[in-house]
């Protein structure tokens, strides 16, 4: 299975401001994927971002407030702009390696812990 | 949206004790995950199920699925201290699309 490397592991940011969130993968994986955890709730996908093309929002998140860069197969960062105290959430990146015949799980950063104040 | 719904949504046991936890979703699935997650931290896979297995074990981990009532469970036996964490079944999102959709999540607290 991949190792990614996800930092920051947490921080406090303030309102108005924004926050890059990396992703490193150890190996090359075609999709990646960014999910959001709110407080006490389960993952919420944001998107879904391929190598060489723009990145693929669900209902609710816009490129606007999400820019998402996937520059190579083994890197992606996920931008928080604009940030209000309703974006402080835990931030997981996450990605498959199963190439299409899964047999085994999906791999997860170590997420970001953002609280905006 | 999120693929289903999980019960309990807290569980608190003793140690030695067993553990279930139900999940149930709503579309048709090539398979059903199962996650733990210690604390707010990353997601670690403990287990899958395929759409066409009704039952699978993994050391002390066994997970049944029911298709005609698109429902799975999972029961950790003899728990431990350690398998204090929240709990989250997940499938994928289907029509070929190879992202996760997760349930409401269970918290589980064994008490040592």
């Known amino acids: 299975s991949a190792v990614i490397s996800q930092k920051p592991s947490r921080d406090i940011c303030q309102r108005g401001t924004s926050l890059t969130i990396q992703c490193q993968v150890d190996?090359?994986?075609?999709?990646m994927f960014w999910y959001r955890q709110q407080p006490g709730q389960s993952l919420t996908l944001i998107a879904t971002?391929?190598?060489?093309?723009?990145?693929?929002?669900e209902s609710g998140f816009v490129i606007d407030k999400f820019p998402i860069s996937r520059p190579n197969l083994t890197f992606s960062t996920l931008t928080v702009s604009n940030m209000s105290p309703e974006d402080s959430s835990i931030y997981l990146c996450?990605?498959?390696?199963?190439?299409?015949?899964?047999?085994?799980?999906?791999?997860f950063g170590s997420g970001t812990r953002l609280t905006v104040v | 949206s999120q693929q289903g719904e999980e019960d309990p949504q807290a569980l608190s046991i003793q140690e030695g004790e067993n553990a279930t936890m139900n999940c149930s979703y709503k579309?048709?699935?090539?398979?059903l995950q199962w996650y733990r997650q210690n604390s707010g931290r990353g997601l670690v896979h403990l287990i899958l199920?395929?759409?066409?297995?009704r039952e699978k074990h993994s050391g002390r981990l066994r997970v049944t699925l029911d298709t005609s009532k698109k429902s799975s469970s999972l029961l950790i036996t003899a728990s431990r201290a350690a398998d204090t964490a929240s709990y989250f079944c997940?499938?994928?999102?289907?029509?070929?699309?190879?992202?996760?959709?997760f349930g409401s999540g269970t918290r589980l607290q064994v008490q040592p």
């Open positions: 579309t048709s699935i090539n398979n």
């Open positions: 199920i395929r759409s066409n297995e």
């Open positions: 997940a499938t994928d999102l289907g029509g070929g699309r190879r992202a996760l959709t």
């Open positions: 190996s090359q994986v075609t999709m």
């Open positions: 971002a391929n190598q060489g093309s723009e990145a693929t929002y």
């Open positions: 996450s990605v498959d390696m199963t190439g299409g015949a899964p047999g085994y799980g999906y791999t």
